[in-house]
């Protein structure tokens, strides 16, 4: 089992940032592949980042491709979300997901999700 804790959500206005947090806890931390993904109310869930076991491979979804950076610290097992010129279309509940097996932007590939952070992005 992992635990994952998502953190720095909040309210922003447009163009501003924010930095999201995941904390991962129970297992070997650098076994698993790590995502983001999001909600948005109404809408299905979207994969937003990726990135592989060492942190030297990221994916993005094409639209927070250029704003968004993932990256990991195996050290603090930890991942984080950086979110640069943010807009209202970024408004969603944010979470944080763990994978074994695949490196993917497929919900199903993950095994491990958090509880998620709310971002609102203001006009």
């Known amino acids: 089992q992992v635990q994952l804790v998502e953190s720095g959500g909040g309210l922003v206005q447009a163009g501003g940032t924010l930095r999201l947090s995941c904390a991962a806890s129970?297992?070997?931390?650098?076994?698993?592949?790590m995502g983001w993904f999001r909600q948005a109310p109404g809408k299905e869930r979207e994969f937003v980042s990726a990135v592989n076991w060492s942190g030297g491979r990221q994916s993005y979804g094409d639209s927070v491709k250029g704003r968004f950076t993932i990256s990991r610290d195996n050290a603090k097992n930890t991942v984080t979300l950086q979110m640069n010129s943010l807009k209202p279309e970024d408004t969603a509940v944010y979470y944080c997901?763990?994978?074994?097996?695949?490196?993917?932007?497929?919900?199903?590939?993950?095994?491990?999700w958090g509880q998620g952070t709310q971002v609102t992005v203001s006009s």
């Open positions: 129970g297992r070997t931390f650098s076994n698993y592949i």
């Open positions: 997901a763990a994978s074994s097996r695949v490196y993917s932007s497929r919900q199903d590939a993950y095994d491990y």
